[in-house]
């Protein structure tokens, strides 16, 4: 194939010894989507099970979302790395099929095991929404990649961040939150009927599922943009024209500060319209929760600071909508705080920032629940 046909299978540097082979796995699974995954997996679960007691099936059935998910995302960022070891030699030489610490042949073992396993657990499960989730992630992430006919989506923005969107926006969210609801339901074997009703209940989804679907359209958009400026250089030269390599590192940069933004702004606007609609049957109020506690609103904030108006508005918002729109404004003030300092001309800042955008996306599944 052409992405490593310059590429050796013998290198001195190999990575031989225990310490060296599995800091090599792990830089190979790319920890920080890793993270990611993990995280998003659990928020979403316990997005579908809330107001259910935690059951050993049920505990089971995230074991299998974890463990499938979590080897789709080595096979395919391991796929991504395959096809690119020319690029990451520009971009990323600390990967180890660019540094020469693993061979070409290690790497094709590590993707096909790990592709492999991740379906078999799907397929035991008995999980339609498991197995279609992993399936569509596998099939996706190699037409981003694989250098073949009609394939290599990465080299379009358009067709590179659809790819991104469909798994970490629709697929993640979607696809885990049908499989709890799979398993809390105890269906058994796979149906064309299990399928059809999971495809037919796209109409009664709950609204904080469509809201974070929302939500992280938006801030996969975010994530497929921001990818790409600090990879301008190896991009360029493979000829992959990004939105970084036509327009420069500003455009796109700003355009992700700016979206995030309106995300967070959306957030909180939500969660007040849901506190709305919902009133106190949303969940505990903050008075009740501070009268729980022996305080009252009078005693927390002096009258002569707030006006007794605000405050018993503050107080009668429900803890989850408090908790939200507090936290969206942390993580709108931490993105702009970090936005501000970045030096466009320095890749190292670019990349500090865009580790950032994925600390920030860790944080958001943490609130998550709170749409609820």
């Known amino acids: 194939m052409s992405h490593n046909s310059n590429a050796k299978d013998v290198n001195p540097e190999r990575a031989s010894g225990i310490i060296p082979t599995a800091h090599a796995i792990y830089q190979f699974s790319r920890p920080h989507t890793m993270a990611g995954t993990t995280i998003s997996i659990l928020s979403i679960s316990f997005l579908a099970l809330q107001g259910s007691s935690i059951t050993v099936s ?10 499938s998910a979590l080897l789709m995302n080595i096979s395919i960022v391991g796929t991504n790395q395959l096809f690119d070891i020319e690029i990451d030699k520009i971009n990323k030489p600390y990967l180890p099929l660019a540094s020469g610490a693993f ?56 067709l590179a961040a ?22 809390m339901g105890g269906a058994g074997a796979i149906s064309s009927a299990s399928l059809t009703g999971m495809l037919t209940s796209m109409s009664s989804l709950p609204a904080p599922i469509i809201f974070t679907v929302s939500f992280m359209l938006f801030f996969s958009v975010v994530i497929a943009l921001f990818k790409d400026i600090p990879d301008a250089q190896g991009d360029l030269k493979a000829g992959l024209m990004t939105l970084t390599v036509r327009m420069g590192n500003a455009v796109p940069f700003w355009t992700c500060i700016w979206l995030l933004t309106i ?25 009740a929760a ?20 605000s405050l018993s508005m503050v107080a009668a918002l429900p803890v989850k909508t408090l908790v939200s729109i507090l936290g969206h404004a942390v993580l709108g003030t931490l993105l702009w705080t970090k936005a501000l300092k970045v030096d466009l001309s320095r890749k190292e800042d670019i990349t500090d920032c865009y580790m950032h ?12 629940p709170f749409f609820a």
């Open 290 to 309: 501070l009268s729980s506690s022996g305080f009252s609103s009078a005693t927390v904030v002096p009258t002569s600071f707030v006006a007794p108006a």
């Open 263 to 287: 995300c967070y702004i959306g957030a909180c606007g939500y969660s007040v319209v849901m506190a709305s609609l919902w009133g106190p049957a949303a969940g505990h109020t903050v008075a």
């Open 58 to 67: 049920i505990m089971m059935g995230l074991i299998q979302a974890l463990a």
């Open 103 to 158: 061979s070409i042949t290690t790497g094709y073992l590590i993707v096909s095991t790990c592709t492999t396993l991740s379906l078999l657990i799907g397929w035991a499960s008995g999980s339609v929404p498991l197995i279609a989730t992993l399936t569509i992630s596998f099939l996706l992430g190699l037409a981003y990649s694989a250098d073949l006919p009609l394939m290599r989506w990465k080299r379009s923005p358009m």
């Open 162 to 183: 659809t790819c991104i969107l469909a798994i970490r926006a629709i697929a993640v969210q979607l696809g885990f939150y049908w499989h709890m609801k799979h398993v």
């Open 357 to 368: 955008i994925w600390k920030l996306f860790y944080a958001e599944y943490i609130l998550i």
